[in-house]
């Protein structure tokens, strides 16, 4: 074989290695293969909670039904209300479909965050958001199942805030993890995707 041959050969080989390696990392970012030997992330869990209503919710009282989560703050001032506002425009653009998926508010701030307190927060939104609230315990170990942070920060005056995780969790009928979800796109299109787990 000349050495030009061998030199196509080479190229060609680099090129077929290098396709191989970005489909599997596309299909490991993707979540469609796993690599041997690496669990995936355990993200949820059993959780029992009361919402905005006064009724308990629980991890099974959900099941049958993929849901949307998000940890956060009545106290809020920017991230929270624009993470739900996103939500309910998902919702709205699910239809009749809203009713077969849920979507919950759990509160990192259960001091000032009461069943009351949630429901008028809640009003702005859409009807199908859940506020869910508990005791101190109840709430640090849903946080942990779902790996979110959340810590007191004090503020001038005696007051305080909180830092949160700000992320949206799609979980299945099974509640079981599928992705964080991404509201930074079209309703329609982030509507089109939770109709998929429907």
Not at 154 to 159: A, H, N, T
């Amino acid at each position: 074989m000349s050495a030009r041959a061998t030199r196509i050969v080479l190229v060609l080989s680099a090129f077929l290695a290098g396709v191989t390696l970005f489909a599997a990392a596309a299909l490991l970012i993707s979540g469609r293969m796993q690599p041997p030997g690496v669990p995936t992330a355990a993200i949820g869990g059993p959780f029992k909670l009361t919402d905005h209503n006064g009724n308990e919710v629980t991890n099974q009282t959900l099941k049958g039904r993929p849901f949307l989560i998000f940890f956060g703050f009545t106290h809020c001032p920017d991230v929270c209300p624009t993470a739900l506002f996103e939500v309910s425009e998902v919702l709205r653009m699910l239809g009749p479909d809203a009713d077969r998926a849920a979507a919950l508010f759990v509160t990192v701030d259960p001091e000032r965050d009461t069943p009351a307190r949630l429901k008028d927060y809640l009003s702005s939104f859409d009807p199908h958001l859940r506020g869910l609230t508990g005791d101190e315990k109840a709430l640090a170990d849903m946080q942990r199942a779902y790996r979110v942070y959340a810590k007191k920060v004090p503020l001038d005056g005696g007051d305080y805030t909180m830092d949160h995780t700000a992320l949206v969790y799609l979980m299945d009928k099974e509640g079981r993890f599928v992705a964080p979800f991404n509201l930074k796109r079209p309703p329609e299109a982030a509507a089109a995707d939770l109709r998929k787990y429907l």
